[in-house]
């Protein structure tokens, strides 16, 4: 069963640059939205992700191609009609003045409204089901101004909920927000796709939430190539590491994060178990080091392989560094000391290497 709501066909994305001049940004998309379906458009900046997402939704005409709405042409559409059918939540903060959070969130009903805007009890009971929904019953009677950025951006996809659409666009509806703001908006977008059955496509930065939450990735290259997939598709096709790979910075394949090439120091030996020994080693391989490690067993056999090696002693007190570097031992009680002594012995080992070079 084809469940496809929103569609393009050979879509050529771009704008003019003059009269006679176009710049075509990415050409040839032949995509869709499925009902109840998470989609994450992701890409580097200036690659056209703005571009694209006001393209499918009527406000910039394509330069070749179409876009589809149930399968009508979307710039066909009259504008009543296709507000009734798809909602738009954009970056930039709309000054709405005095308005409360219930009355902007009432504007997302402005396409079933007589002339003078009147609602009707389904129309009120619909507010209130999209206040609900995104968690803000109470920031209702808050004036829109005196909310936080992730509240004001609870009630701005309020209301665009209250068009009832079927598909909901979003460009960076994360942009301004801290980190567990950008979870919860996130995983809310998740749980709507899911309750309401609508497509939800929305642009972001926040390329670890998008593997962890999208059903689906639309990843835009600058060369103009979009790659569609699940997330670990793109991942395992070397689309998502060739897309944003630049210099000094590497997508790890296995570990699903991005890398800063930091240059090397040395070679550490790590002896423990435990997550303090996780926290170490991310420590650790955060300045430059590189880790080897062993459990306690192999303490003595292991240590004499290399010059310096740490010990994690953990217990329900507290926890210890034991470093030991050519049979002299140390001890420090938080990661920030021994990443600083460290430091200090790999310089030194350093001159030594260089005076016996020479």
């Given at each position: ?14 704008y003019?640059t ?14 869709s ?6 989609v994450?458009?992701?890409?580097p900046n ?24 149930l399968?009508?042409?979307?710039y ?25 959070a ?28 999209a ?5 803000a ?26 068009q009832?659409?079927?598909?909901m ?22 749980q709507l796709a ?22 689906k ?5 600058t ?20 897309t944003f790979c630049?210099?000094?910075v ?24 435990g ?12 300045v ?8 306690r067993?192999?303490?003595?056999e ?15 007190e507290?926890?210890?560094?034991r470093i030991t570097?050519s ?7 938080s ?20 005076q016996?070079?020479?």
């Amino acid at each position: 069963m084809n469940n496809s709501i929103l569609t393009t066909h050979n879509l050529t994305i771009g704008y003019k640059t003059s009269r006679k001049t176009v710049r075509s940004i990415a050409s040839d998309i032949s995509v869709s939205l499925l009902a109840g379906e998470l989609v994450c458009l992701l890409g580097p900046n200036g690659a056209g992700k703005s571009t694209l997402l006001r393209s499918l939704a009527g406000m910039q005409p394509p330069i070749a191609g179409e876009v589809q709405l149930l399968g009508e042409n979307i710039y066909h559409l009259q504008p009543q009609e296709l507000a009734k059918r798809l909602s738009l939540v954009l970056t930039e903060k709309v000054d709405v003045g005095m308005l409360s959070a219930y009355s902007l969130v009432t504007l997302g009903r402005y396409p079933y409204t007589d002339w003078w805007g009147n609602l009707t009890n389904d129309d009120e009971a619909i507010v209130h089901w999209a206040i609900k929904s995104v968690g803000a019953v109470h920031l209702a009677q808050c004036q829109v101004s005196e909310l936080s950025d992730g509240e004001r951006q609870k009630i701005m996809i309020a209301r665009a909920l209250a068009q009832s659409p079927i598909v909901m666009l979003l460009d960076e509806p994360t942009a301004f927000l801290d980190l567990p703001r950008r979870v919860e908006i996130m995983q809310l977008l998740r749980q709507l796709a899911r309750e309401t059955n609508q497509a939800i496509l929305l642009s972001t930065h926040d390329l670890d939430l998008a593997l962890r939450l999208a059903d689906k990735v639309w990843l835009l290259s600058t060369n103009g190539i979009l790659h569609v997939g699940a997330p670990e598709d793109l991942v395992l096709s070397g689309a998502f590491a060739d897309t944003f790979c630049s210099e000094g910075v590497k997508f790890d394949i296995a570990s699903g994060e991005f890398h800063i090439h930091i240059p090397h120091k040395g070679e550490i030996h790590l002896i423990g178990e435990g997550i303090a020994v996780t926290w170490t080693i991310r420590a650790l391989e955060r300045v430059g080091f590189l880790v080897t490690q062993s459990a306690r067993s192999s303490t003595l056999e292991d240590a004499t392989q290399t010059q310096i090696s740490v010990e994690v002693i953990s217990n329900y007190e507290q926890v210890l560094w034991r470093i030991t570097n050519s049979k002299t031992v140390y001890t420090h009680h938080s990661l920030y000391e021994m990443i600083k002594f460290l430091d200090y012995l790999s310089k030194q080992n350093s001159g030594v290497k260089s005076q016996n070079l020479e």
